[in-house]
C-alpha cells in the first residue's frame, strides 16, 4: 500500500499525519509526505513539519519520501495524485463555515470529489485506530470498502464492524414490519439481498484475519452511521464515494459528502 499524507502547516494537518503514521508505520512499500505551501509566510512551518514526520517514520518505515509543492491545497494533492500513482491520500479537514462552505467548498469537500484514489478525511483530534466502521449499501461498490477496511485492519489489528442501514421495512421474514431492532443474526440466517452481502462482506475480512462483526440499524442513512459511530467509539468511519456527474455534483450532497461533513472522527472514502 502506497500511502500519501498532506500537510499545510494546519493544527488539523498535524493531526491528520498523525493518525496518517498510525498506518504508515506497518506499511513496508513507500510513503509519501507532502507538504502545500499556500502563503509564503508559510514556508517554514511547512517544511518543518514534514521534516519532522519524515524523521520519525524513517525510524518504522523504509522508503519515505517528501516533497514540496506551492500552491492551493486540494489542486496540489490533486496533481499529485494524477503524477504518481498511491493507494491512499490521509488529509486534515479544516472546513469552512457559512455560505463560502457551498461557493468554494473545503480541500476535504473537494477531494472526496475528485481524487482519483482513496481518501481519509481527518477531524478532530488524532485518535487511536483500533475500531472501525464501514457503511456499506451493499453491491461490488460496498465489497470494495470491507476490503480497504479489512487492509488497514490486518496492518495496524483494527477490529472491523460492517454496518447496513435499512432505511425501508426489513426485507427478512424473520424482522416484524413493526420491529426496528431486528438484530443481525436474523437478518444473515436469511436469503434476503442484504443478507447475502453481508455475508460476502463478513469472508471478505476472515480471509483477511481481521476480526469483524455485522450490525444492521434502520433509519436515516447518514443518521444511523453517525449515530452508530458516535455510540460504538468507532475511531475510523469507511465508507464508499457516490458522486453525482456533470453539473449536478455542484448542486447536490450526497450521503458521503454528508458522513464527511458530520463525522467528528476520520472519514475513509474509498474509491
Known sequence: MKILMCTDGSRQASEALRFGSLIASDVRQQVTILGVIEHPDEERKVTRMVERVSNALCQEVPHVETRIRHGHAAEEILKETEENEYDLVVVGSRGRRGITRFILGSTAARL??????????????????NRILVCTGGAEAGEKDTEMAGRIGALTGASVTILHVMSQLPLSPECELDDLACAPESLLDTDAREAVHLRKDLRILENLRVPSVAQVRHGLV??????????????LIVTGAHVASGILRFMLTDTTEQIVLGSDRPVLVVR
Open 222 to 235: 447518514v443518521d444511523e452511521i453517525l449515530a452508530e459511530a458516535r455510540e460504538g467509539d468507532y475511531d
Open 112 to 129: 472526496t470529489r475528485y481524487c482519483p484514489v482513496s481518501v481519509i478525511i481527518v477531524k478532530g483530534k488524532a485518535r487511536g485506530l
